[in-house]
């Protein structure tokens, strides 16, 4: 069985191209002045139709099928939801928790950060296969996405990619970088793209019955 076995690189990297090109356009729609629905250039960019967020449930069900027709199944798809739902409570218990405590603000960053961290393992432990997948793929996805955040913030673009979130402090580019982009994309985005991965993915491999020789 393990011949039929793709490499999580080779799984990976059409999606990592496709969510590449995504952010690319989306950078340039931004750019250029494009719908705002299409192209939210707000702090966060919430809700904007063209960008890469939608694709973490459609690819976590992707992996998950490709990985369950090759015998790599969970041990449990109960289970794997269970620990993806673990994960997400995690997040929020901590996040809020430290909010609730009047912490500073990059002391309340922190521990949303932190916590992100820990789910990441959490929700790993419940498939590792699909969990190994999901951490390369979003690593693949948010690199990048920082590497972006780095030259439009030098820039001042005035992009999602720079606007910093209301009542964010005064700070050097590259400290302002450090706060909103490259510390979020690898904790807060990493935790997104695995749990929410996750819980798609082990829905879907429920379904989805091994390949026979």
């Known amino acids: 069985m393990n011949d039929r076995r793709t490499s999580v690189g080779r799984l990976i990297l059409?999606?990592?191209l496709i969510t590449l090109a995504i952010t690319l356009l989306r950078l340039a729609g931004e750019l250029l002045g494009?719908?705002?629905r299409l192209f939210n250039r707000a702090a966060g960019g919430g809700g904007a139709i063209v960008g890469i967020v939608w694709l973490v449930p459609v690819l976590g069900v992707y992996f998950a099928v490709r990985l369950a027709?090759?015998?790599?199944?969970p041990a449990g798809a109960g289970r794997?939801?269970?620990?993806?739902l673990g994960a997400l409570a995690l997040v929020f218990a901590i996040g809020i928790g430290a909010g609730r405590l009047g912490l500073a603000r990059n002391a309340v960053i922190l521990a949303w950060c932190l916590a992100s961290l820990a789910a990441v393992f959490v929700a790993f432990a419940g498939w590792p296969a699909l969990g190994r997948t999901l951490v390369a793929y979003g690593l693949a996805a948010r690199i990048p996405v920082a590497i972006v955040m780095l030259v439009a913030i030098l820039g001042a673009?005035?992009?999602?990619y720079d606007v910093a979130p209301p009542n964010f402090p005064e700070m050097a580019p590259l400290a302002k970088w450090f706060w909103i982009g490259l510390v979020p994309q690898l904790t807060l985005w990493m935790a997104f793209t695995v749990v929410i991965g996750m819980l798609f993915g082990a829905v879907a491999a429920a379904l989805v019955r091994p390949r026979t020789a």
Request: glycine content about 16%; charged content about 15%; aromatic content about 16%.
């Open 14 to 16: 059409m999606p990592a």
């Open 34 to 36: 494009w719908s705002p």
């Open 69 to 73: 027709r090759e015998g790599q199944r």
């Open 80 to 84: 794997a939801v269970g620990y993806a």
């Open 157 to 160: 673009w005035g992009t999602h």
